[in-house]
T-cell receptor, first 113, second 117 residues
């Protein structure tokens, strides 16, 4: 079945450090891939998405590239801020009609000044 | 409405009681999803509706859990004979349609936190 595997956290960084959160997936067909973010006390929000191989999703300085050959969708940011502290979820949805969004377990990022 | 609304935001109940959680999706969204998020875990799929019908209920953990969406808009997740292990945040999301090429993005509500004592 479809599944998503994320690197385990927590990830602790200093402000302006480079961030990578690894995500790999298993899916039949050609899924669409997403990163969602959950800030403290808030609901899940879409951060970025990519719907086909080699697409790059980007938002708020975060980027992720859909790599079909390595079945990966790693999240990166060149310079993190304290306000980026949150839980990040990688997710996929199959291109087969009638399937649901599947999430990874989440990675907690903590950025200190 | 402007977003997905879930009520109650917090519910504390006793083991064995019956609970209903309500979700009001974005107007016009035909797809509606329920997820459960336990502490430190990612959201776990429970059920989704396309219109009034449950298109996939494979994530419901057992027959104590049931959900309805009688008019294709508001949905209610019902939990009978609650157990302590049911304690979690129950998330609702909606989208204009289900997955497929160029899958639509799910918009999530803030969740209903259920605590079973």
């Amino acid at each position: 079945g479809n599944s998503v595997t994320q690197m385990e956290g927590p990830v602790t960084l200093s402000e302006e450090a480079f961030l990578t959160i690894n995500c790999t997936y298993t899916a039949t067909g050609y899924p669409s891939l997403f990163w969602y973010v959950q800030y403290p006390g808030e609901g899940l929000q879409l951060l970025l998405k990519a719907t086909k191989a080699d697409d790059k999703g980007s938002n708020k300085g975060f980027e992720a590239t859909y790599r079909k050959e390595t079945t990966s969708f790693h999240l990166e940011k060149g310079s993190v801020q304290v306000s980026d502290s949150a839980v990040y979820f990688c997710a996929l949805i199959s291109n087969q009609a009638g399937t649901a969004l599947i999430f990874g377990k989440g990675t907690t990022l903590s950025v200190s000044s | 409405g402007a977003g997905v609304s879930q009520t109650p935001s917090n519910k504390v109940t006793e083991k064995g009681k019956y609970v209903e959680l309500r979700c009001d999706p974005i107007s016009g969204h035909t797809a509606l999803y329920w997820y459960r998020q336990s502490l430190g875990q990612g959201p776990e799929f429970l059920i989704y509706f396309q219109g009034t019908g449950a298109a996939d209920d494979s994530g419901l953990p057992n027959d104590r859990f049931f959900a309805v969406r009688p008019e294709g808009s508001v949905s209610t997740l019902k939990i009978q004979r609650t157990e302590r292990g049911d304690s979690a945040v129950y998330l609702c999301a909606s989208s204009p349609r289900t997955g497929g090429l160029g899958a639509n993005v799910l918009t999530f509500g803030a969740g209903s936190r259920l605590t079973v004592l």
